[in-house]
Structures are given as structure tokens and as C-alpha cells.
T-cell receptor, first 115, second 114 residues
Framework: AQSVTQLGSHVSVSEGALVLLRCNYSSSVPPYLFWYVQYPNQGLQLLLKYTTGATLVKGINGFEAEFKKSETSFHLTKPSAHMSDAAEYFC?????????????FGTGTRLTIIP | EADIYQTPRYLVIGTGKKITLECSQTMGHDKMYWYQQDPGMELHLIHY???????EKGDLSSESTVSRIRTEHFPLTLESARPSHTSQYLCASSERLAGVNEQFFGPGTRLTVL
């Protein structure tokens, strides 16, 4: 079964600083990988996803993530944090191929931006 | 505008009451899902459906039930609410894009059972 580990349940960065949110998966076959963002009292919104091809994936709001097979990681970064980035971020995976409809989520990382 | 809706957004109810959480999507997606999310914790899949008259239990055991009579509608019902059911419930639907199922989420229903 797939599992996802997000290191750091809370991350605080200063406005303008680099944002780094960590995600590792456990699977012998690289899965499809997703990052979602959840603002207070809202549902989840897809930031970006990796399926195949280029390992550096660009998403919305200036975020990007790099798939590293050797490290089984898919860390999320943003060069310069903005106050509006404060939210909960979830990494998720799904199996490739038929039957990949279900997502497995990590426990989430709450990002706080310090003015 | 294509979207996914959940009502009510917030619900406070007493123990023993029957409740139905509504979820509707206007995107024509065949696949729909219900997740339970406790504060500071990951989302747990409790029900899913791959189309009309198709429903399956998810990874997390739940006392709730679901139905899928119409493509766009996927309601969740609790016959007798208990304080342990207090949680946020998120509905999602998905479409297959280039072989990948991308899920779209509703705004959620925050349920409190007293």
C-alpha cells in the first residue's frame, strides 16, 4: 500500500524567504504525485502534479516541486513567500495505471508566514 | 461555471439525529468521493463511487452511508449522529486527464455533534 510522509507538521518562514515543504513516498514503483493547498474553511485546490517526463514541475501561485526517484521525494518549493501562502499543504499519491482513482494523503504541513 | 458544491457548510446537531450532507457537481464527472478530515490530520477516504448505482467503502471505516442515483449528486447520510462523528467532511469528483485521475474538491461541511 502507498504511504506518504510529510516532515514537519508546522513550518514558519519570513515573508520573502524560501518555502520548502517536504514529502516522501514509499512505493517500489514511482506513483503519480500531487500537492494540494487548503485555505481556512475551504476545500483542497490542486497546486501541481507529477505524472511523467520532466521531473521539475511548475504549478500555480509560483510553486514548483521536483520529483527525485533516488530519494523517493517530491518536495514543494517557492522562492519567495507571500503572506497569502499561509495555508495547509497536502502531498498525495496515487498508483499508476488502472485503478489509480484513489489518492493517499500525507498528514499535511501548516505553513505560517511571518511578516 | 463548472463546480462542486457542498451543503450545509456548517452543521451543529444533537446526538441521535439523522443528517444528510449534500454534494453536487456540475462537471459531469463519473467518479466521486467522500473524505473525513480531523483537525491537523490527513484526509481519510470513507466512500467512493465510480458512477450511477456504484458505491464502495473507503479505507476508513465509517457508520455513514452514501447513494448515487444521479451522476451529479452524491449525498452522505448518518442515521444517528454521535459526538464521534464530529469532523470535517470533504466531497470530491474526478476526471481522467492523460491517464491521471485529477480530483476536484468541494468547500467541505464542518459537522459538530453535541
Amino acid at each position: 500500500a502507498q504511504s506518504v510522509t510529510q516532515l514537519g507538521s508546522h513550518v514558519s518562514v519570513s515573508e520573502g524567504a524560501l518555502v520548502l515543504l517536504r514529502c516522501n513516498y514509499s512505493s517500489s514503483v514511482p506513483p503519480y504525485l500531487f500537492w494540494y493547498v487548503q485555505y481556512p474553511n475551504q476545500g483542497l485546490q490542486l497546486l501541481l502534479k507529477y505524472t511523467t517526463g520532466a521531473t521539475l514541475v511548475k504549478g500555480i501561485n509560483g510553486f514548483e516541486a521536483e520529483f527525485k526517484k533516488s530519494e523517493t521525494s517530491f518536495h514543494l518549493t517557492k522562492p519567495s513567500a507571500h503572506m497569502s501562502d499561509a495555508a495547509e499543504y497536502f502531498c498525495a499519491v496515487s498508483d499508476r495505471g488502472f485503478g489509480n482513482e484513489k489518492l493517499t494523503f500525507g498528514t499535511g504541513t501548516r505553513l505560517t508566514i511571518i511578516p | 461555471e463548472a463546480d462542486i458544491y457542498q451543503t450545509p457548510r456548517y452543521l451543529v446537531i444533537g446526538t441521535g439525529k439523522k443528517i444528510t450532507l449534500e454534494c453536487s457537481q456540475t462537471m459531469g464527472h463519473d467518479k466521486m468521493y467522500w473524505y473525513q478530515q480531523d483537525p491537523g490530520m490527513e484526509l481519510h477516504l470513507i466512500h467512493y463511487s465510480y458512477g450511477v448505482n456504484s458505491t464502495e467503502k473507503g479505507d476508513l471505516s465509517s457508520e455513514s452511508t452514501v447513494s448515487r442515483i444521479r451522476t451529479e449528486h452524491f449525498p452522505l447520510t448518518l442515521e444517528s449522529a454521535r459526538p464521534s462523528h464530529t469532523s470535517q467532511y470533504l466531497c470530491a469528483s474526478s476526471e481522467r486527464l492523460a491517464g491521471v485521475n485529477e480530483q476536484f474538491f468541494g468547500p467541505g461541511t464542518r459537522l459538530t455533534v453535541l
